[in-house]
């Protein structure tokens, strides 16, 4: 079972800052399956990035997804008011195929 | 405008079943895998089961099998998990979401509470 790993749990964070939030697998994992979801209360997660770097469709450009091999991380390049929510990493792959970190609240400093 | 509307949750007591479903428009539904993700109240997501575009493969977690069974219906463009035998810690917002290439959910609709209760 990949185990994915989250960090850290609360980050906070003031508008226009940058955010680094980060996601860890118990094993090396395929990249092109490592995803970043969005989730603001009371509603259903939002696809971000896909394949580790590749942003959905109308995601700002200060959305930005890295990594490689266990390591991937999530980039907010400058925090509008927005963009405080819930994020969750997700990956396919192993047994079972689908996993998700425990995610990373992003909170107004 | 891709759609996903799940409904059928409710209130159900220890031991019993419920069925949700998922309604999908706005994309060749039966082009797609789907797959259902669960939220405990106040957790995080937890991925529940998946299904082929013909059916033809399916998935379960450790967590529902044996208890959960996902199925779809190409011509009415819907997606079911019949659930039973529900416990406490089935008590969640069930999400259908869209399955896209390298595995990416897109969209997910806007979830159905189900509540396992005495």
């Known amino acids: 079972e990949i185990v994915l790993t989250q960090s850290p749990g609360t980050l906070p964070l003031s508008p226009g800052e940058r955010a680094t939030l980060s996601c860890r697998a118990s094993?090396?994992?395929?990249?092109?399956?490592l995803a970043w979801y969005q989730q603001k209360p009371g509603q259903a997660p939002r696809l971000l990035i896909h394949?580790?770097?590749s942003r959905a469709t109308g995601i700002p450009d200060r959305f930005s997804g890295s990594g490689s091999g266990t390591d991937f991380t999530l980039t907010i390049s400058r925090l509008e008011p927005e963009d405080f929510a819930v994020y969750y990493c997700?990956?396919?792959?192993?047994?079972?195929?689908?996993?998700f970190g425990q995610g990373t609240k992003l909170e107004i400093k | 405008e891709v759609q996903l509307v799940e409904s059928g949750g409710g209130l159900v007591q220890p031991g019993g079943s419920l069925r949700l479903s998922c309604a999908a428009s706005?994309?060749?539904?039966?082009?797609?895998?789907m797959t259902w993700v669960r939220q405990a109240p106040g957790k995080g997501l937890e991925w529940v089961s998946y299904?082929?575009?013909?059916?033809?493969?399916?998935y379960y977690a450790d967590s529902v099998k044996g208890r959960f069974t996902i199925s779809r219906d190409n011509a009415k463009n819907s997606l079911y998990l019949q659930m039973n035998s529900l416990g406490a810690e089935d008590t969640a917002v069930y999400f259908c979401?869209?399955?896209?290439?390298?595995?990416?959910?897109?969209?997910w609709g806007q979830g159905t509470l189900v509540t396992v209760s005495s």
């Open positions: 979401a869209r399955e896209r290439a390298s595995a990416r959910f897109d969209p």
């Open positions: 706005g994309f060749i539904f039966s082009s797609y895998s």
């Open positions: 299904i082929s575009s013909s059916s033809s493969t399916i």
């Open positions: 094993q090396s994992v395929d990249s092109s399956y």
């Open positions: 394949g580790t770097s």
């Open positions: 997700q990956h396919f792959g192993g047994s079972p195929p689908y996993s």
